[in-house]
């Protein structure tokens, strides 16, 4: 009588297992198909941009003081970031709330879209949400980084990586440089961030 108790135990805790594991992988797999379809819209958006500035030069744009809702199309999304010594290609969306975090590198809005200071935000761990920033810490000096949005393309070298504080806006500041500032959770340091800077080759 035990045995088959505990033998039922046993296939009910096997088939939960394999249940959870299912489902598990049933949602990476829509996480993967979702964060490809952003990509997929941040290259169309980027594309047809591109194709309208061959009919116009428009070098004299002031491109900050472009509203954001004329940036705010299709899903919130800005462009894409990409850094190809960690075979990183991500969608970027305006703001940082934990909603856009969810499934895009985040735009930190008071910082600069295009020249200046680019302020971009993303989590380095998590089973269900985009971690894009998780192998940042890997960057060394001169690693490049690459920021593509309806405005053209800028390659950046990395220039300084370091901790700051959770409380530090200072580094998303606007600069007369044209510079890309990633920034990041530390692992068991919930008071610091990890801070990638690059500037414009």
């Known amino acids: 009588m035990k045995k088959k108790l505990f033998r039922r135990a046993f296939i009910l805790m096997l088939l939960s297992l394999i249940i959870i594991v299912l489902i598990i992988l049933f949602l990476k797999i829509r996480f993967k198909v979702k964060e490809e379809k952003l ?39 800005i462009g894409i970031l990409e850094i190809p010594k960690l ?8 703001g940082t709330s934990e909603k856009i975090l969810r499934e895009a590198v985040g ?8 020249n200046g200071n680019v302020g971009l935000a993303s989590h380095n761990r998590g089973n269900l949400v985009a971690h894009y920033f998780e192998k940042i810490n890997q ?7 690459i920021y593509k949005t309806k405005f053209g393309e800028r390659r950046y070298k990395v220039e300084e990586i370091k901790e700051i504080k959770s409380t ?11 510079i890309i500032t990633l920034i990041t959770c530390i692992k068991s340091k919930p008071n610091l961030r990890l801070c990638v800077k690059a500037v414009e080759k």
Request: proline share 1%; glycine share 2%.
């Open 39 to 77: 990509v997929k819209i941040a290259e169309d958006i980027i594309q047809v941009n591109e194709d309208e500035k061959t009919e116009k030069d428009n070098n004299e744009t002031n491109i900050d003081v472009i509203s954001k809702s004329e940036l705010n199309v299709n899903e919130n999304i």
């Open 87 to 94: 075979n990183i290609k991500a969608p970027i969306k305006e």
């Open 107 to 114: 735009h930190f809005s008071n910082s600069s879209f295009w």
């Open 139 to 145: 960057l060394v000096i001169g690693d490049e980084i």
């Open 168 to 178: 530090d806006w200072s580094i998303i500041t606007q600069t007369s440089d044209n």
